[in-house]
């Protein structure tokens, strides 16, 4: 690649939909947030980084103070108030990091991250201290470096493009990127962490689908957290992604006044699947700075799931994990339903909560 990998973040002239919100004073003209609050967020956003997308700001019901989308965007004065166990670096990046735009935690699999700024900022966002308008994409050296890294590295199977948000990368860029990574042999699939065919269905164009033809698997990972994110709009750019051949995978965080609750949950899984997603994550939160509204306890999100257990098609359940700090990897961490009996047998758990014994006695 020889031309600069800048992503388009200026794109907001070509958008039907309008501007993406990014200034305080944005957030109150638009009524999303009363004008005495203005001061507050101000603050906020010296800090981190805001971008409300037109079709996320539709979703917004400013009379209700529990919003599950306002929570998830609209900064709080909250964030300004870091507890002793959050970290700029929540799940250890930084510790596994050869080269720059490279996390290689895991021997088959890296992070590869083209870009640092995304259509939405989230307020719980774990990378909020490295994202954003001021982050700097790889240069042409830098992405060729990464590049090489994978390219000298047979034991890698797997490249994951993350960021950022790396749909945010102009077509044509992302095009080469893929291309040049569908040529290099060892590795048998790309995967694609997004959250831009949620919150701006409309960026999901021909041309960016295009973009992603691969001889390789290249799969779709879609960020989405609540059952009003998925609209019409939002089920259309499914369509579009799936027709074009593309598996659709689906990770969500798991966050308290927003989605920890098992309706909720099976909501959006529900509908989800329904459009061709097929839920893998659903993340503890990590200790990102400033975000310990949004936390849950480990037993919360357990008992969450295994009500969703009886209640859901397996189809519905994703996978619950914790990324530990310190760069250890994620963990499942999801309920257990095996326990042993007094004399050392087996007991297995039902989703009724029903135990038996295995094997049974007769
Ligand atoms: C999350 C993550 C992956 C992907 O993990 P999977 O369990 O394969 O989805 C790979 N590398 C890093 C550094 C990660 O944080």
């Excluded at 699939?189 to 973009?211: K, Q, S």
């Excluded at 037993?299 to 990324?323: F, H, K, N, T, W």
Aim: proline share 9%.
């Amino acid at each position: 690649m020889t031309d600069t990998l800048t992503p388009i973040e200026n794109r907001d002239e070509q958008s039907p939909a309008g501007r993406t919100l990014r200034r305080a004073s944005d957030l109150v003209d638009a009524g999303l947030v009363d004008r005495d609050r203005l001061i507050e967020i101000e603050r906020v956003a010296a800090r981190y980084a805001i971008a409300v997308t037109p079709d996320v700001a539709a979703l917004i019901d400013p009379a209700d103070p529990a919003d599950p989308i306002a929570a998830q965007f609209i900064p709080s004065a909250a964030e300004l108030t870091t507890t002793a166990a959050e970290r700029a670096d929540p799940i250890g990046d930084e510790a596994h990091a050869p080269i720059k735009g490279i996390v290689h935690r895991y021997p088959d699999r890296v992070l590869l991250k083209p870009v640092h700024v995304c259509p939405v900022y989230c307020r719980f966002c774990f990378r909020r201290e490295m994202v954003g308008p001021g982050g700097a994409a790889l240069t042409p050296v830098e992405l060729a470096a990464a590049l090489d890294y994978i390219r000298a590295r047979p034991a890698i199977w797997e490249v994951i493009l993350s960021g950022g948000d790396p749909l945010m990368l102009a077509p044509r860029r992302l095009a080469a990127l893929i291309a040049a990574l569908d040529a290099i042999p060892h590795l048998g699939v790309i995967r694609i962490h997004t959250r831009l065919p949620i919150v701006e269905p409309g960026r999901v164009t021909a041309r960016l689908i295009a973009a992603l033809a691969a001889e390789k698997a290249v799969f779709v990972v879609l960020h989405a957290n609540h059952p009003h994110e998925l609209t019409a709009a939002v089920g259309d750019a499914c369509r579009r992604m799936t027709r074009a051949g593309l598996p659709l995978l689906s990770q969500t965080v798991l966050l308290r006044g927003v989605n920890d609750d098992p309706g909720v949950l099976t909501e959006l899984m529900r509908g989800l699947v329904a459009r061709r997603v097929k839920p893998y994550y659903l993340h503890h939160g990590d200790l990102a700075p400033g975000t310990s509204r949004f936390r849950t306890g480990i037993a919360e999100g357990q008992a969450i799931l295994r009500a969703m257990r009886g209640d859901a098609s397996g189809l519905c359940q994703p996978s619950y994990v914790l990324d530990l700090p310190g760069g250890h990897g994620k963990v499942p961490v999801g309920p257990n339903y095996l326990t042993r009996s007094d004399d050392g047998r087996t007991l297995v758990e039902d989703f009724r909560g029903n135990r038996h014994i295995y094997p049974p006695a007769s």
